[in-house]
């Protein structure tokens, strides 16, 4: 009887903290499993990248295209200009918008905004008809069409910076906006 009575008594006990067992187990897999879907739902604000305005990513889009466009025709200058300032303007143009595009691409990144590979069909349409040119045709051509577009880079990058709310992109754009107004001045005296 004895050990009935042990038995019935340890019987009682280990029916007792079952349910607190279970209920702890349950409590605990009902924890993980909100601190699982806690993490999923942090991770990608963790990683999302500052979101940007249309206005944004399609500035740094063009300005992408405009960059890769500066540094092609900077190479034909120098392959196909006559002129020593021609060819001048042309290594300028490779190494400053080189570096520019450099930085240009680790905003994007840190923007979300991917940047295209290679020119579109309109900026690559400009290159293949400069590039068709030759002699002083090549340097009368490339030196307008450089006064062309660096006035109109300026522009653009003197409206993104009074409109863009965004602090890394108006640090680009100020940062940007002393070497466009270089070139400009540059390839200004350039023309006869």
Request: overall charge neutral; some cysteine; hydrophobic content about 40%.
């Amino acid at each position: 009887m004895n050990n009935n009575t042990q038995s019935k008594h340890a019987l009682e006990q280990d029916n007792a903290w079952r349910p607190k067992l279970i209920a702890n187990s349950a409590a605990a897999r009902l924890g993980t499993a909100l601190v699982a879907v806690g993490l999923l739902l942090a991770v990608p604000c963790a990683r999302a990248e500052t979101p940007v305005s249309n206005a944004d990513r399609d500035f740094i889009l063009g300005a992408a295209q405009g960059g890769m466009t500066e540094v092609k025709l900077g190479e034909l200058a120098v392959q196909k200009g006559t002129r020593d300032d021609v060819k001048a303007f042309g290594e300028m143009m490779g190494k400053d918008h080189g570096a520019l595009n450099s930085d240009l691409k680790a905003l994007a990144v840190q923007k979300g905004v991917t940047l295209p590979d290679g020119l579109d069909a309109k900026h690559q349409k400009m290159v293949d008809k400069l590039g068709a040119l030759t002699g002083a045709t090549f340097d009368d051509a490339y030196i307008a069409g450089m006064i062309k577009d660096h006035k109109k880079d300026a522009k653009e990058f003197k409206a993104e910076s009074d409109e863009t709310k965004d602090a890394e992109i108006k640090t680009f754009v100020d940062k940007s906006i002393p070497v466009v107004d270089a070139h400009l001045k540059s390839i200004t005296a350039l023309q006869k």
